[in-house]
């Protein structure tokens, strides 16, 4: 049983949180390493959302890791997708990667029967790699900086955007692809939302997602974005307006 008085004495601002929320985080919450987890396509991006399914030791001993301390992960690609589909000797020296990754808070988790792991990170902040660290646990890590990307902290305002013109590319990109999406959730969400939903929704190949990763403003994601969705071709399945 709790005691009422004693709950009153200490209030709800006498109990620090370690980590603070996510809106309240800057710089110096950051912390100068992290675990790493290379891997090919999957983008995430400061403010998205990244659900991801851990199951090999390894990864599973750097959850465990990251939920104890910090609770963060940097995402990052490696520069070649096939080392990592397809190693090489467990002697190899392991898949070279990008040099800017983005930082992943885990906001939610569930652990399962078979002891695997669905996880949700939410984008914080990129970070360029100074320095990789020797392996702990299995798992890599290396020292990083973020300070490039302070602006990723806060959160996006609008940037200009023909939104009809973003529309008639991506669904032009869909057909020639024979992709489905519920269009009516797209229509919806506001224009710095699908500044960030896009290019992780979108199957760009990982350099082309590594290229919108790098974008020096929202501006610069945007119009890359668009010259990503135009390059495809014509054709493929007629596209429903109401596909889900």
């Known amino acids: ?89 467990a002697d190899d020296p392991a898949p070279a990667l990008h040099d800017i990754g983005c930082l992943g808070r885990i906001t939610s988790f569930t652990e399962r029967a078979d002891s695997t792991f669905a996880v949700t990170l939410s984008g914080l902040a990129r970070f360029r790699v100074l320095r990789e660290l020797p392996p702990t646990r299995g798992y890599r ?54 500044l960030v939903v896009l290019p992780m929704l979108v199957p760009f190949t990982t350099d082309e997602k590594q290229s919108l990763l790098e974008a020096r403003s929202l501006e610069a994601r945007a119009d890359l974005l668009l010259a990503l969705l135009n390059e495809a071709p014509e054709g493929g399945a007629s596209d429903d307006p109401d596909d889900e």
């Open 1 to 89: 049983m709790s005691d009422p008085d004693f709950e009153h004495e200490i209030g709800e601002d006498a109990i620090p949180r370690r980590i603070p929320p996510l809106p309240d985080m800057t710089l110096a919450d950051i912390p100068p390493q992290v675990g790493l987890f290379p891997l090919p396509g999957a983008l995430l991006l400061p403010w998205g959302k990244l659900p991801l399914n851990i199951f090999e030791p390894r990864y599973v001993a750097m959850l465990e890791d990251a939920l104890a301390s910090h609770r963060l992960i940097g995402m990052i690609q490696p520069i070649d997708e096939d080392e990592v589909q397809f190693p090489a000797l």
């Open 141 to 194: 890590q290396a020292r990083i900086d973020t300070s490039a990307f302070v602006g990723d902290l806060v959160e996006n305002t609008a940037a200009p955007l023909d939104r009809a013109y973003l529309m008639e590319s991506l669904k032009r990109y869909f057909r020639a692809h024979s992709l489905r999406t519920s269009w009516s959730t797209l229509e919806q969400m506001e224009d710095d939302a699908l």
